[in-house]
């Protein structure tokens, strides 16, 4: 058994990473940190966790408790000041460490030779130590498009998200007064995540994320130019994977079925007036967008089986 520690465990992925490693046959939870719930018991969170679960301790304390696996579930800022241990695995959920041109990815890249990685494992094994964990519309878009990598010149990829990705902590823009009833586009042409996805890509990506009036699940719908079978090089990359699947030829992804998974649907289509390439991914972004793909690289830096703990099914109704 491996031991863990969460850090900033009152938040959404903090919370998603918990439940995930309390239903892990590998991983044994050591330490829960947060700065706003120290000294209280796991219920004090939710009430259907275990009272003999251990107490909620600072996050100094939980990343000072010798965990073989730590998990950086709050903001960047504190992310980015967090000095790993020898031997100590590390996976960041905030944005901290995702760019290259970053003092805090620098200073984790420079820490030892192949410390640091950007770990989607269908594209980008993790490798190391210290893990970058990608952000859930980064995820989406670049297991659309990722796979055409040099045979594409730019991208333009118009995503919508529900109002978990915004965080727990209340915010005039996630208040449900604004949410309920009401779809509309945030960030437009400075939203973080496009530079990790073009950082990925190689290629400039015009990037509109959308606020959906739903808890959770994110579509992203991905435009190309490109002279590739589509299908085909997708079809390539996924064929042996457990969380990644193409869709057959006419059916479109959607949000229903991949809710409360670790998995991602992506179906692909061509615009018939343009020729243009159409790639759609639907996933969780709390689950193969934050949570479940933290465990799953988490698995992988451990030697362990790459879906232990993940939930990959939804519930047929």
């Known amino acids: 058994m491996a031991t863990v520690a969460i850090l900033g465990c009152a938040g959404y992925t903090g919370q ?12 044994e939870l050591l330490a829960l940190g947060s700065d706003s719930l120290a000294g209280k018991p796991p219920w004090a969170l939710d009430p259907r966790l275990d009272a003999a ?37 590390v996976v960041d ?16 890249y420079g820490s ?29 878009a670049l297991l659309a498009l990722a796979p055409l990598a040099g045979r594409i010149e730019s991208a333009v990829v118009d995503a919508k998200s ?31 995540h496009a530079p990790e996805i073009a950082q990925q890509l190689g290629v400039p990506v015009c990037f509109v994320p959308h606020l959906l009036p ?23 990359v996924y064929a042996t994977s457990a969380v990644v699947r193409v869709l057959p030829e006419g059916i479109a992804p959607e949000l229903t079925r991949v809710q409360g998974t670790d998995a991602a649907e992506l179906g692909v289509f061509t615009d018939r007036a343009t020729g243009t390439a159409i790639v ?3 996933l969780d972004n709390l689950g193969k967008g934050a949570a479940g793909q933290a465990i799953q690289n988490a ?14 099914h939804g519930v047929l109704v």
Not at 63 to 77: I, N, P, T, W
Not at 299 to 312: F, K, M, S, W
């Open 162 to 192: 529900g109002v978990s990705g915004a965080g727990r902590a209340p915010k005039a823009t996630s208040h449900a007064g604004s949410v309920l009833e009401n779809f509309l586009p945030y960030a437009v042409g400075e939203h973080r």
């Open 214 to 236: 739903v808890r959770r699940g994110l579509l992203a719908t991905c435009y190309v130019q490109t002279d590739a079978n589509v299908r085909e090089l997708l079809e390539d």
């Open 112 to 140: 030892a030779p192949g410390a640091w990685s950007y770990g989607l494992p269908e594209l980008f094994t993790p490798a190391g130590l210290l893990i970058a964990n990608p952000g859930c519309y980064a995820t989406a």
């Open 93 to 108: 959920l905030s944005g901290a460490h995702r760019l290259l041109d970053t003092a805090a990815a620098r200073t984790w």
């Open 280 to 282: 759609v991914c639907a």
């Open 53 to 89: 679960l251990p107490a909620f301790v600072c996050n100094d304390e939980a990343a000072a408790s010798g965990a073989d696996v730590v998990f950086l579930c709050f903001a960047a800022d504190d992310a980015a000041t967090f000095t790993p241990t020898e031997c100590t695995v």
């Open 16 to 27: 998603e990473t918990l439940d995930r490693v309390l239903a892990h046959p590998q991983l």
């Open 299 to 312: 698995n992988l830096a451990l030697g362990l089986d790459e879906t232990a703990g993940l939930r990959l």
